[in-house]
């Protein structure tokens, strides 16, 4: 489980900002870990603000929704650099999804970090071929603070770090849930992708 590092004294001259990221496969409970960072925030009294890529409405309109419905409340956004217009003087900034954005989430992530702001980012860091997805291989060299999740192979049984595509649709983003991708280890993806 992931301790919250110290976040300095109340002060404002005394924040540092630094940059989480949440990682892993489909189905591996990154959205359910950001929540709980996000909500131990708010039970801090912090001023939270988060974010998700406007296209990802599969659960909600707005809300950042788990696949095990847990929610909370966030804005859509079409570009990364919306983000810094609307994070205001928030103390944590969460993005969810992270992988959709384009690379301008990079510079986005190091400006809100650099201004003293907690930025805790979760997505998929393979996409359905197995290699890195958009911005992620960045934003895991520039975090402080990394966390690679692992979901269950649907196949299997053993630890998943692989999101397999059940269709054959070849297009980098498509958004799906369990009828569309399924979590597999590393022997049962590369036995199972053509």
């Known amino acids: 489980m992931f ?8 002060n404002p001259k005394d ?11 489909m189905f591996s409970g990154k959205t359910e870990e950001l929540i709980r960072r996000l909500n131990r925030a708010f039970i801090a009294k912090q001023k939270v603000e988060i974010f998700k890529p406007a296209i990802d409405t599969r659960y909600h309109e707005q809300n950042v929704v788990s696949h095990n419905d847990t929610a909370i409340r966030s804005t859509p956004v079409q570009f990364a650099s ?14 969810d999804e992270v992988q959709f954005f384009d690379h301008q989430v990079v510079h986005v992530a190091n400006a809100l970090a650099i201004a003293g702001k907690r930025v ?8 359905f ?3 890195p997805f958009g911005p992620m291989p960045q934003l895991l060299s520039i975090a402080e603070y990394v ?14 770090s692989y999101s397999f595509r059940l269709s ?15 979590a597999r280890c590393r022997k049962c993806f590369y036995e199972d992708k053509k």
């Open 129 to 131: 071929e197995g290699k």
């Open 82 to 95: 919306d983000i810094l217009l609307l994070a205001g003087d928030c103390d944590v900034v969460g993005i």
């Open 120 to 127: 805790i980012m979760a997505g998929l860091d393979m996409d």
């Open 147 to 160: 966390t690679k999740v692992h979901a269950i192979c649907m196949k299997c049984g053993e630890l998943a």
């Open 15 to 25: 924040k540092k900002g630094h940059i989480e990221v949440i990682c892993g496969s």
């Open 3 to 10: 301790i919250e590092p110290s976040l300095g004294g109340k």
């Open 168 to 182: 054959e649709d070849r297009e980098k983003v498509m958004l799906g849930e369990k009828n569309t991708y399924e």
